[in-house]
């Protein structure tokens, strides 16, 4: 089951970097049709998630693959806001909740790590 698994990982892992690397090859893999426009972005998020999912789905490692991802996603959200590309009335309130998630779920792995230090 564990071979299974690291399996699956790395291969959403490597699909979600492959979707930020090179997107519109991926869409004519996939779907026989380049992305554009605001498709390109939503392949990038959709990479960012890929790649945490994998890292979630590596044996022992769920609350990375969230923190990864809210992190990963706030920054990119925001840069697609500060570089006047796409930017919806719920860009900005996503941003700010992906942010608030980030900081939550790091305070959470910093107190995971000091438990296990003390436990040592």
Do not use: N
């Not at 090859?25 to 999912?53: D, K, P, R």
């Amino acid at each position: 089951m564990r071979r299974v698994l690291v399996f699956a990982a790395v291969s959403e892992a490597a699909t979600g970097l492959a979707l930020l690397i090179v997107p519109s090859l991926v869409g004519q893999l996939l779907f026989g049709a380049e992305l554009t426009g605001i498709a390109m972005t939503v392949a990038s998020v959709t990479g960012i998630a890929l790649i945490a999912l994998g890292i979630a789905c590596w044996p022992g490692t769920p609350l990375a693959g969230m923190l990864t991802y809210s992190a990963a996603v706030t920054l990119y959200l925001a840069w697609v806001g500060f570089a006047g590309g796409f930017a919806g009335i719920l860009l900005w309130p996503a941003v700010a909740l992906h942010g608030v998630l980030t900081v939550l779920l790091a305070r959470a792995m910093f107190a995971r790590g000091k438990t296990a230090d003390a436990k040592t």
